[in-house]
């Protein structure tokens, strides 16, 4: 399968320019996946983490599932725990987030947390505070 023979050679991507992170909790593979990997290395992402996603088919990607790290996870506590020890704020981008990703405080390290395209997060918000609930204004 050509997901696999891609993942091997994602173990050899290096960070982007920034220090943010994207974590995708539970996205459909099918859908925007690799997408968000071409969006992650156009910003300068240094990684994507990749919560209970399955294969996907890279090629939307253009390349960039070579290019940008991506780490996996069995559940969300986990890369809580690990991005947390590493210093990372976590933002919850949600269609209904009180501040708008313009007007937020984002430190370097910054863990942008997308839900599941039509059940949201996997997780109980309430379980990890602190995390801030940010919107992308949309137009039109």
Do not use: W
Not at 2 to 17: D, F
Not at 89 to 99: I, Q, R, S, V
Not at 103 to 120: C, M, T
């Amino acid at each position: 399968m050509r997901y696999n023979k891609e993942r091997q050679k994602n173990l050899l991507a290096k960070p982007g320019a920034h220090e943010f992170v994207l974590v995708l909790d539970q996205l459909k593979p099918g859908f925007n996946v690799g997408k968000i990997f071409r969006s992650a290395e156009a910003f300068g992402a240094a990684a994507v983490h990749l919560l209970n996603v399955g294969p996907f088919d890279p090629s939307p990607a253009k390349g960039s599932f070579r290019k940008v790290p991506a780490v996996f996870h069995e559940a969300f506590a986990e890369c809580y725990q690990s991005l947390s020890k590493d210093g990372y704020a976590f933002f919850l981008l949600d269609p209904e987030g009180a501040t708008s990703l313009g007007q937020a405080e984002l430190p370097r390290k910054s863990a942008f947390v997308l839900g599941h395209e039509e059940f949201g997060f996997s997780f109980e918000l309430d379980d990890y505070p602190g995390m801030q609930k940010v919107t992308i204004p949309q137009f039109g």
